[in-house]
């Protein structure tokens, strides 16, 4: 029997449609979040579908000592403008405390000493600002999976946000302070972690101290600066102005993948 040929362009179509059929098979039980109802039709769902088609371990390229950028500019604010954040920075964030709390069995309050002693992972990542520049950096951190493990999850769990300690504008309606959300897939992503360094060097202020959030298959405004508290959720609708995060709030896409 002869081989069936499809042209080219009809061949993406189905490519499309087959990945839009796995998102939506994937996501099943997030269906009923209206930010997930939002994605359908919209680019971001079918980069979202064919992430989740690659397999939930695919990871994103790591480099070389060598590879690492002389320049790592700073995104997004480069210093909270709050006294809470001063006089937790005139410490050396003796006392900071991450807050892991939400759908858990277990609220953690872990200091900085606490983040340095779980098992660490050293990773060495190309960042991609929306903005069109990039930058590789080597990041040290806790995985994200080992601090969610200590908290345990509870079934109703579907997304995690991430509370930071900055304001990028002082909004009206209170939407001002800074948010991001994951799902629990990429969350537990083996190179998802809450960094404490950069370069071998603690982070400095600009670039997040004392921890930022790295979602490596993601771009740059995912990875949350000055984290303060995880929290764990069934739905993200309820925060800031629904869609999940500051900048999604404001027309970017919740899922920034690449």
């Not at 088609?53 to 700073?74: H, Y």
């Not at 999850?153 to 900055?166: E, I, K, N, S, Y």
């Not at 069934?234 to 920034?256: H, L, M, N, Q, V």
Request: proline content about 5%; aromatic content about 10%; charged content about 20%.
């Amino acid at each position: 029997m002869s081989p069936i040929l499809l042209p080219r362009r009809k061949f993406l179509g189905l490519g499309a449609v087959g990945l839009g059929a796995a998102a939506l098979a994937f996501s099943g039980r997030l269906a009923d979040v209206p930010s997930f109802e939002d994605l359908i039709g919209n680019a971001q769902y079918l980069t979202y579908g064919a992430q989740r088609l690659l397999g939930r371990n695919a990871l994103a390229r790591e480099f070389s000592a060598k590879d690492i950028s002389p320049d790592f500019k700073v995104n997004g604010t480069h210093r909270p403008d709050t006294p809470e954040y001063e006089a937790l920075l005139a410490e050396n964030f003796a006392n900071w405390r991450l807050i892991v709390d939400g759908l858990t069995v277990n609220r953690l309050s872990l200091s900085l000493a606490d983040l340095h002693a779980l098992p660490q992972r050293t990773q060495i990542t190309r960042h991609d600002c929306v903005e069109g520049w990039s930058a590789i950096g080597q990041w040290q951190g806790a995985p994200l999976a080992e601090i969610l493990k200590r908290a345990a999850p509870l079934p109703a769990a579907r997304f995690v946000l991430f509370h930071c300690a900055d304001f990028y504008e002082r909004a009206d309606d209170g939407t001002g302070q800074y948010y991001e959300s994951i799902d629990l897939v990429d969350a537990f992503h083996p190179q998802t972690i809450l960094a404490h360094s950069l370069n071998g060097a603690p982070l400095s202020v600009g670039h997040g101290a004392p921890a930022r959030l790295r979602v490596e298959r993601q771009l740059g405004y995912k990875q949350a600066k000055y984290v303060m508290r995880i929290e764990l959720v069934e739905r993200i609708d309820g925060f800031g102005r629904g869609k999940g995060g500051f900048w999604p709030d404001r027309g970017y896409e919740w899922y920034a993948g690449i």
